[in-house]
């Protein structure tokens, strides 16, 4: 894969674009059976929440460069395959696309742009200043990826309904991230992480606090708009109930298999997507 492929990390931008889509999918209820319209709008607001994610993954990299020798040493930035200036321009570039793809869902449904604005003031404040701080970060983190599916919802023009699969992704996605700063504690640099502040041990409840709190809201869409006994809510459950049981699984031996147990939750993420897709379908 070429340098500036990875360092955009496609796999998180592609997982981006598709939460995005798959938002838009659920909020609009009819499967993939919708206006060609709304097709444009949620490819339009999936490439432009790609284009964010992408331009913050870089950012990420240039202002982490320190920390990276030590933690990755294999990214293209610590190895010198891409230069810190064209990583520069290139997150300039990324950002301008994420707004400009996105203008004409925006003009149709204004709350688009409200909650990109948010995602990009976010993103900003995390990668210049909230990183540093911390558990406050990881916050963000998670609020970040929470607004994927709330994106997708607004571009559909019914962002409320995915209120709870986007409960679901802030909490998952905290617990990674406490993972992910468990794995790193000995290479940050400049960072004030939980497990630097607070030890393994509070950490771990942290992650597993924030898991149970997801599989618990996991089941709220049942009883608000999913029918528990038609087939799309039968696939909801059936998937659903695995990424728990994963999600569940990514905690059960914290502290110990860090880099193992942010893999399961990576997992578990990927079919949680896909139980929220068969939401779509109801």
């Known amino acids: 894969m070429h340098a500036a492929v990875r360092l955009v990390r496609p796999a998180n931008v592609l997982v981006s674009f598709v939460g995005t889509i798959v938002g838009g999918l659920v909020a609009a209820g009819s499967g993939v059976a919708i206006s060609g319209e709304l097709w444009a709008f949620l490819v339009l607001a999936g490439l432009s929440t790609g284009c964010v994610t992408a331009a913050g993954n870089v950012l990420n990299d240039v202002l982490d460069l320190e920390g990276d020798r030590t933690n990755h040493p294999d990214?293209?930035?610590?190895?010198?395959?891409?230069?810190?200036?064209?990583?520069?321009?290139?997150?300039?570039?990324?950002?301008?696309?994420?707004?400009?793809?996105?203008?004409?869902?925006?003009?149709?449904?204004?709350?688009?742009?409200?909650?990109?604005?948010?995602?990009v003031v976010a993103l900003l404040s995390y990668e210049l200043v909230?990183?540093?701080?911390?558990?406050?970060?990881?916050?963000?983190?998670?609020?970040?990826?929470?607004?994927?599916?709330?994106?997708?919802?607004?571009?559909?023009?019914?962002?409320?309904?995915?209120?709870?699969?986007?409960?679901?992704?802030?909490l998952a996605t905290l617990s990674r991230e406490v993972i992910k700063d468990m794995e790193d504690v000995r290479g940050d640099v400049g960072r004030r992480t939980l497990p630097m502040t607070r030890g393994l041990?509070?950490?771990?409840?942290?992650?597993?606090?924030?898991?149970?709190?997801?599989?618990?809201?996991?089941?709220?869409?049942?009883?608000?708009?999913?029918?528990?006994?038609?087939?799309?809510?039968?696939?909801?459950?059936?998937?659903?109930v695995m990424a728990d049981l994963i999600f569940a699984s990514s905690v059960l031996y914290l502290p110990a298999r860090l880099h193992h147990e942010q893999s399961m939750s990576?997992?578990?993420?990927?079919?949680?997507?896909?139980?929220?897709?068969?939401?779509?379908?109801?």
């Open 75 to 119: 990214r293209p930035l610590v190895t010198g395959a891409v230069r810190v200036e064209t990583a520069r321009g290139l997150v300039v570039g990324l950002f301008v696309a994420g707004l400009f793809l996105v203008l004409p869902v925006i003009a149709a449904e204004p709350l688009v742009g409200v909650i990109l604005g948010a995602a």
């Open 130 to 170: 909230l990183k540093a701080r911390g558990f406050v970060g990881n916050l963000v983190v998670a609020f970040l990826t929470a607004m994927v599916f709330l994106y997708g919802a607004a571009a559909a023009g019914n962002a409320p309904i995915l209120l709870p699969f986007a409960g679901m992704a802030f």
């Open 201 to 240: 041990p509070y950490s771990t409840r942290v992650a597993r606090v924030s898991v149970l709190a997801a599989i618990v809201l996991s089941f709220v869409p049942l009883a608000w708009f999913v029918h528990p006994v038609s087939v799309a809510g039968i696939a909801y459950i059936v998937l659903v």
């Open 266 to 282: 990576k997992v578990a993420m990927t079919v949680a997507l896909l139980a929220f897709l068969a939401v779509a379908f109801r």
